[in-house]
């Protein structure tokens, strides 16, 4: 604890510390509004220092607009913190702040930066409609008691969430970023956490933890969709987790074919794709077709032709296969049936395990 004097203003009472730092139960609200007042009048204040005031449990209000930098380093709300409507055109750092009672931060504009970080909650706390236009930190909060935080109606576009307990928070109608995942594509994106999203970021391992954390909130709550965003989420950073070739190359191949076991329509598109791509394969190095329909190679393509060699193909991949030495004379087209065969086998089980996947997360 440090024992310094904390201002140069007047003691209070018989306390060792001013009325603003005085953690007296009874002093008085008044005259810490009035204190509170010529603070925030201060025109020739470079930021609006509130560094470890003691709020008393009532009594007291911010101005509508706060048109400096603030700081309500821990500062110490004794009793619920209204803040809800407030302005803040500067930033706003509540960084290790303790929040003792309820906290409100409805329809607040943090126009600057905003920091909670370390801040202590030991009530329910609420972020409606609540607008965060830089970066908003509430990275390891630490919750006591009942602490709790909501947020509800609002962009968590600039929320960064790293190292805190996601079991505390709670997500009603909420937008959360949006990760472009093929070269900026517009249709191929997830949702996302700003931390990830943070070019500063270098705590690949937090960001994943996190991911976790908010599928199993998610779970929690039958809210599949999300749940398998950030478990998606949470496959894609573990990339830069683990750097090893192997790894990113499983991991990479497991994404394309059935988004890690989540997607039933990758395999299915990847088995369309096969089986109607590799028929104009054999089409145009030579087909027998022999008696199933009297085509040789050679001709022109009709759809006709293609349909029987797609027929072909499908019966080799799946039984027909003691035959096509009849109608593939390379041997090479004989093994690209034989890969194909594979491949199949493998987005069949991928096909099945996510439609597991799907079924057990409906019931259970
Ligand atoms: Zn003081």
């Known amino acids: 604890m440090h024992h310094g004097k904390l201002c140069d203003r007047e003691l209070y009472r018989d306390d060792n510390k001013c009325l603003c730092h005085s953690e007296r139960e009874d002093k008085d609200a008044e005259d810490f509004q009035s204190e509170l007042d010529e603070i925030f009048a201060d025109e020739s204040a470079e930021y609006f220092d509130l560094t470890r005031f003691v709020f008393p449990e009532r009594g007291w209000r911010l101005p509508k607009e706060i048109k400096k930098d603030v700081h309500f380093g821990a500062v110490k709300f004794l009793g619920a913190a209204y803040i809800g409507g407030t302005h803040f055109s500067g930033r706003a750092y509540f960084i290790g702040t303790e929040f003792l009672g309820q906290a409100h931060f409805e329809m607040v504009s943090f126009v600057g930066e905003a920091r909670f970080r370390w801040a202590q909650f030991f009530g329910k706390t609420t972020f409606s409609q609540t607008e965060f236009m830089q970066k908003a930190d509430f990275k390891w909060l630490d919750f006591k008691g009942d602490g709790a935080i909501g947020f509800a109606n609002m962009s968590l576009d600039n929320c960064l969430f790293i190292g805190t307990d996601c079991s505390r928070l709670k997500f009603v109608n909420v937008t959360w970023p949006i990760r472009r995942t093929l070269?900026?594509?517009?249709?191929?994106?997830?949702?996302?956490?700003?931390?990830?999203?943070?070019?500063?970021?270098?705590?690949?391992?937090?960001?994943?933890?996190?991911?976790?954390?908010?599928?199993?909130?998610?779970?929690?709550?039958?809210?599949?969709?999300?749940?398998?965003?950030?478990?998606?989420?949470?496959?894609?950073?573990?990339?830069?987790?683990?750097?090893?070739?192997?790894?990113?190359?499983?991991?990479?191949?497991?994404?394309?074919?059935?988004?890690?076991?989540?997607?039933?329509?990758?395999?299915?598109?990847?088995?369309?794709?096969?089986?109607?791509?590799?028929?104009?394969?054999?089409?145009?190095?030579?087909?027998?077709?022999?008696?199933?329909?009297?085509?040789?190679?050679?001709?022109?393509?009709?759809?006709?032709?293609?349909?029987?060699?797609?027929?072909?193909?499908?019966?080799?991949?799946?039984?027909?296969?003691?035959?096509?030495?009849?109608?593939?004379t390379e041997p090479w087209q004989r093994a690209i049936v034989s890969l194909e065969t594979l491949f199949a086998l493998v987005l069949v089980t991928f096909l099945v395990l996510a439609l597991r996947r799907l079924f057990r997360r409906r019931t259970v």
């Open 183 to 328: 070269w900026g594509r517009k249709f191929f994106f997830r949702r996302a956490v700003a931390d990830e999203l943070n070019p500063e970021q270098k705590d690949w391992e937090g960001v994943a933890d996190l991911y976790a954390d908010l599928e199993r909130h998610y779970l929690d709550r039958s809210r599949h969709q999300e749940a398998n965003a950030f478990y998606i989420g949470q496959q894609d950073v573990l990339r830069k987790v683990n750097r090893s070739f192997r790894y990113w190359l499983a991991n990479r191949l497991y994404r394309l074919f059935s988004v890690y076991g989540v997607s039933y329509v990758r395999p299915l598109l990847w088995l369309a794709a096969m089986l109607l791509l590799f028929p104009l394969v054999f089409i145009r190095t030579g087909i027998n077709f022999g008696r199933v329909s009297g085509y040789y190679y050679g001709r022109s393509l009709s759809w006709d032709m293609y349909w029987d060699a797609v027929a072909l193909n499908l019966s080799f991949v799946t039984f027909g296969r003691g035959e096509i030495a009849d109608y593939l």
